[in-house]
């Protein structure tokens, strides 16, 4: 049983050892005799402004895709424990409500490439509602691009906050509401000062998380767009993929890699501090 | 609102409901409707799935789709595919999530208190950068392209959240079970097996289906560590359809259907167990 526990952290622990000590060599797994250069792959990396789109490109994606998840999950969670719909229709929209995370990447993006199609039903409606002249090309258009991956992702991750924040609301006792109720507060009060404070802690530990996964992302953004149009959708997981195994820079995808490692460590560290802290 | 008649609250009430069932229908159609269309466009003729104005209800039903996945060797391959590595995977991490679990739950380890934080750490590893070594490693133990290679990349993700798992499960369980078993002369083994595992029944079909859910949805490792067409599982699999005819949409779209099949019956069936595994130990894939 311990050595379970031994070999786990082996395989854990290896892999990123050897990843840093990757991105102080010159080109490793391509030349024989890689040499120590110290932290020049860094150097050149922060000189490239494709790396530096793609950490403003990370940025932007992963803090809108982190607010919306909580706001569509908070919402759908709200309404969930309403308490004024019957049990079996909340029941049945629960369920509806979390199907996007079931989903693989793949698929997600595939059906959401049929839907936006030039000549899907999304433009079909678009156009046919006046809201737009004329069909728009979501994943060609560098300008729309970053927008539409966004969305495809919000679509796919938000239910996970969902069921968090909902557990959430379950647990507040109800005689705190019944309290504010009787001091005559009314439904927003009631928000603000029984529902977002009671949920806060959860609310912190998941944008925490939530921010750590959506930085990571790689399978929605390289499958709906592989980092473009013209880098417009490049973010720091593609763009280490592709120094990877399209350039096969592997000593520059590990500095790369390092950078995205380092930054989700120090948001885990926060993390499990703030979980210490709850406990 | 304490001074409000009945009455007043009354209507309030109903005006609310009525808000709550709007707002809860248009989110079905967010959440549901781009399920709705996949499906639908799965039994429609290529023909029809751009057809203006789009049509809701296939005017053409038709199963040509499913049957053309399904009698292509190669298609019906990646399936078989991904219920090897995720059946794999699946076994493995339950087995050992039980024995580390219990472990960690029964004895007294060093660093036992820094475990939470330790598993927490690892969900943190970005993917791509375990990717870098990990086709190194793979490449050396000659395992590149094959499915072993998956199973022992997936294995290192799930494992720790299994064992974080189990040993909650099994901390709920009184010690006093297993002294009873000790006492009639099973070993440790045999107070395992026949008393625990039984009892922590929930705990380990839910680490099971989560298990099951993150190895069959996984893309970037499959994509990365296989290569040949014959090792590639569901989700490439998909994206290589659409790679080689970008025009036959129902074909991807039947497929995608067969694709989220096994994983949406699991989450229909065991529902709870599938929401608790997805928030005690916050991971996800």
């Known amino acids: 049983m311990a050595p379970t526990l031994v070999v786990m952290a082996v395989m854990m622990a290896t892999p990123v050892v050897m990843v840093f000590v990757y991105s102080v060599l010159s080109n490793v797994v391509m030349e024989a005799n890689s040499e120590f250069v110290g932290p020049a792959n860094f150097g050149t990396l922060i000189a490239d402004p494709v790396f530096r789109k793609a950490i403003g490109n990370t940025l932007i994606f992963t803090t809108v895709s982190v607010t919306l998840h909580l706001l569509l999950g908070l919402g759908f969670a709200m309404m969930l424990n309403s308490g004024l719909v019957p049990r079996l229709a909340t029941a049945v929209f629960r369920v509806i409500f979390i199907l996007p995370w079931v989903f693989t990447a793949s698929i997600v993006v595939i059906v959401w490439q049929l839907l936006l199609n030039p000549s899907g039903v999304v433009n079909y409606l678009l156009t046919t509602l006046n809201v737009v002249d004329q069909r728009v090309e979501w994943f060609s258009n560098p300008d729309l691009a970053l927008l539409t991956v966004i969305f495809i992702n919000v679509w796919a991750g938000y239910p996970f906050l969902m069921i968090s924040l909902l557990a959430g609301l379950q647990g507040i006792p109800a005689d705190l509401y019944e309290a504010a109720q009787v001091d005559g507060a009314g439904p927003w009060s009631r928000f603000f000062n029984v529902t977002l404070p009671q949920l806060k802690p959860i609310i912190v530990a998941m944008l925490m998380l939530d921010f750590i996964w959506n930085m990571q992302q790689f399978p929605i953004v390289w499958l709906a767009t592989g980092g473009g149009p013209l880098n417009a959708t490049e973010t720091i997981a593609t763009y280490t993929y592709k120094l990877a195994f399209s350039r096969h820079e592997f000593s520059m995808a590990a500095a790369s890699g390092v950078i995205l490692f380092i930054v989700s460590m120090a948001v885990a560290l926060v993390y499990v501090r703030h979980q210490k802290a709850r406990d | ?217 996984e893309y970037l490792f499959a994509l990365t560590l296989t290569q040949s067409k014959s090792n590639r599982t569901v989700p490439v699999g998909i994206q290589l359809l659409m790679g080689e005819h970008s025009f036959q949409w129902s074909e991807m779209m039947a497929m995608s259907v067969l694709g989220c099949l096994p994983v949406l019956i699991l989450f229909l069936f065991f529902q709870r167990q599938f929401v608790s595994g997805m928030t005690a130990g916050a991971v996800k894939a």
């Open chain 2, 1 to 217: 609102m304490a001074t409000m008649t009945p009455m007043a609250g009354r209507k309030r009430h109903t005006a609310t409901r009525i808000w709550l069932w709007v707002g809860l229908t248009a989110g079905a159609l967010f959440a549901g409707g781009p399920a709705l269309w996949m499906l639908t466009s799965s039994f429609k003729p290529n023909t029809e799935i751009f057809a203006y104005p789009p049509t809701f209800i296939p005017e053409t039903f038709t199963f040509a789709a499913y049957a053309e996945i399904l009698t292509d060797p190669e298609k019906v391959r990646f399936f078989l595919n991904s219920y090897l590595v995720a059946g794999a995977v699946v076994l493995l991490t339950i087995v050992a999530g039980i024995m580390a679990g219990y472990a960690l739950s029964r004895f007294d380890f060093p660093f036992k208190k820094s475990l939470n934080a330790v598993i927490i750490s690892i969900q943190a590893v970005p993917p791509i950068t375990l990717l870098i070594p990990y086709f190194g490693l793979v490449v050396w133990l000659k395992l590149y392209d094959s499915l072993w290679a998956l199973v022992l990349t997936y294995v290192v993700a799930t494992i720790p959240y299994a064992i974080l798992m189990m040993t909650g499960y099994f901390n709920t369980i009184p010690k006093e079970l297993d002294e009873a078993v000790k006492i009639d002369g099973g070993g440790t083994f045999r107070a395992l097996w026949r008393v625990l595992v039984p009892i922590a029944k929930p705990g380990i079909v839910s680490v099971g289906a989560y298990t099951f859910m993150v190895a069959w949805n």
